[in-house]
């Protein structure tokens, strides 16, 4: 069977041209959706609603170690709670002294997203500060002072190693989170050489 190969390639070159901009700079988002979107299938999302009230949150999850972690049911603890998809959220066990929520990956993600969560009436802003393997900050962002906020930032190569959320004055020290998202997006480079590969074999069927 003869298959033209000048489309193919036409078509080839074409993608290369999408995918070989500046890709220098991380990208932040403060919607959920166009974050979601950009990401497309890597996405992966925790709503934290498969724990028991009160569970220390650790490695339950694959991927992801938290630290300083629990689940926080809103439903059993007060009403008219803010979280994004009911009825559990994240929140910082040790709140009292103002700690962190720290996660850290088992291998370096391309993009974190998170939901500040805090109901109402006790509205905090969340700090998110994203560092490398080498502890290096890449990314630091604040959720404001409303009621459900969406941070999530999209680095230009899986480099992001850990981070960290930590409530920032005025608060009373606790935060809550939901739905924790993290991702591994192929580098371009790595695309190329999947299009370079997809070209070669079409044209060997020529």
Request: no cysteine; aromatic share 12%; charged share 10%.
């Amino acid at each position: 069977m003869r298959i033209n190969s000048q489309p193919t390639v036409a078509l080839f070159f074409a993608v290369i041209a999408a995918v070989s901009g500046d890709v220098n700079a991380g990208t932040a988002f403060t919607d959920e959706a166009a974050f979601l979107t950009a990401l497309g299938s890597q996405a992966t999302t925790l709503d934290f609603d498969d724990l028991p009230d009160r569970t220390v949150v650790t490695n339950q999850y694959s991927g992801v170690t938290f630290g300083n972690a629990g689940i926080w049911n809103w439903s059993n603890n007060t009403a008219n709670g803010g979280n994004v998809t009911p009825p559990n959220n994240l929140y910082n066990i040790d709140g009292l002294n103002g700690e962190a929520i720290e996660f850290v990956f088992d291998v370096p993600v391309t993009a974190v997203g998170l939901y500040n969560s805090s109901p109402g009436v006790l509205t905090d802003r969340v700090q998110m500060t994203l560092f490398d393997g080498q502890n290096a900050i890449l990314f630091q962002g604040d959720l404001p002072e409303t009621d459900i906020n969406f941070l999530g930032y999209i680095a230009s190569s899986p480099t992001i190693a850990r981070g960290e959320a930590v409530g920032i004055p005025p608060t009373n020290g606790f935060i809550f989170l939901d739905n924790f998202t993290f991702a591994v997006v192929p580098e371009p480079s790595t695309l190329v050489t999947g299009l370079i590969g997809f070209a070669m074999f079409f044209l060997r069927l020529r």
